[in-house]
């Protein structure tokens, strides 16, 4: 099936640092989501972004489906921010269609 | 965006009993529900995919006897882990969406099981 790998599993940043986490996908995908995962382990939906660029106020994400990676930008970062980020993707192809895969996770920390 | 509830949150119970949980979309009709478990620091786990009026589609490996999923109507699904033992303490998330596969879906809060 599809596989997804994020990196880095662990990044630890003092407050106000940018940080980049990256998202690589062995398929081309229809659905590709980053999440936010809290300390009290409910998803926060950041971005649905199967390919191109947003932007939501500190974070942006940059998906280049061609290339088979995603990019998630964290600039000025708070202690808020600290948890665990999730990529996942639906693929129609390798055993992925209508199913959301997940990546290991990026545990974020940041220190004031 | 929409929303996604999930009940109860949290759930202690004896080896040997069952459990149900809940997962209901409160503001949007969901074409497709989905059950995931996580064990401590590890990712998501698909465990099935349940279509309203249907049954479930299970992944390789998930007892579908012991894992029932019922998806009664378009805003509640239910699972209900049979039979429960200590190494099925998990964390258990729901998901659904509104329309068909490739957009996006929105997760409930999770229910936090504890097998004693």
């Known amino acids: 099936g599809i596989q997804v790998e994020q990196s880095p599993p662990d990044l630890i940043l003092q407050e106000g640092a940018n940080s980049t986490l990256r998202c690589n996908f062995s398929d081309s995908v229809n659905n590709l989501q980053w999440f936010h995962q809290n300390p009290w382990g409910q998803l926060i939906n950041l971005f649905y972004?199967?390919?191109g660029t947003k932007q939501n106020g500190r974070l942006s994400a940059t998906t280049v489906a061609t290339e088979r990676y995603s990019l998630l930008y964290i600039s000025s970062s708070q202690t808020t921010d600290s948890g665990v980020y999730f990529c996942a993707v639906e693929s129609p192809f390798s055993g992925g269609y209508n199913k959301l895969i997940f990546g290991a996770g990026t545990r974020l920390a940041v220190h004031p | 965006g929409a929303v996604v509830s999930q009940h109860p949150s949290r759930v202690i119970c004896k080896s040997g009993t069952s459990v149900k949980i809940e997962c209901r979309s409160l503001?949007?009709?969901?074409?497709?529900m989905f059950w995931y478990r996580q064990f401590p620091k590890q990712s998501l786990m698909l465990m099935a995919t349940s279509n309203e009026g249907s049954k479930a589609t299970y992944e390789q490996g998930v007892e579908k006897d012991k894992f029932l999923i019922n998806h009664a109507s378009l805003t509640l699904s239910t699972l209900t882990v049979t039979s429960a033992h200590p190494e099925d303490s998990s964390f258990y998330i729901c998901s659904a969406r509104v329309k068909g596969a490739g957009t996006e879906q929105f997760f409930g809060p999770g229910t936090r099981l504890t097998v004693l």
């Open positions: 972004i199967p390919s």
């Open positions: 503001d949007f009709q969901a074409t497709t």
